[in-house]
Every structure is written in C-alpha cells, then in structure tokens.
C-alpha cells in the first residue's frame, strides 16, 4: 500500500493509502482503490475505502491532483462509509 497524502477535513486529519491503480479505457483513465484513514486516539483508527475513476492526464499535474483531493475531501465531508467517485470521462 503506497501513502499518497494526509490532508484536514471538516471532519478532522486523514490520511490516503491508495490499495491500487488499474489502467483502464485503453490508459486514459485510472481506477483507483484508497483507503482513507482517520486516527480517533492512540489506539482506534477509522477506515473508508474509497474506488475512484479518474483521468490519468489530471493525475499527472499538481493541479490536477490537487483538484482529485478536493474532490475527496468534498466526499469525506458529505458522505459516510465506503463509496466511489469518478472524475472527469468515464
């Protein structure tokens, strides 16, 4: 599992593992498995996984990847549990 970032929400600090990275539709998009992780306290730690389709052109500029986690943080923010995004043609 590779950290991608750890950023704050209004829900509190999380961190993106992401699982893994799928090519899909001939490479111009990638799927993405993450999961999110909040630390409660010293011993309890909260997990979502998060499957996320997105273009691989917006993946590879900051700006790009900087709009990816505003998109997650909005998801975090607004939803509960597991769940999936896709950014961008799908």
């Given at each position: ?49 998060l ?18 986690l ?21």
């Amino acid at each position: 599992m590779y950290s991608f970032t750890t950023f704050d929400t209004a829900k509190g600090h999380w961190g993106i593992f992401v699982q893994s990275v799928v090519e899909a539709q001939n490479t111009q998009n990638l799927f993405l498995t993450m999961i999110l992780e909040q630390g409660i306290d010293d011993e309890h730690i909260r997990s979502r996984r998060l499957e996320l389709l997105a273009s691989a052109s917006e993946l590879e500029s900051v700006p790009g990847r900087n709009g990816l986690l505003n998109h997650i943080r909005n998801w975090i923010e607004t939803t509960e549990g597991d769940g999936s995004l896709t950014l961008g043609p799908g």
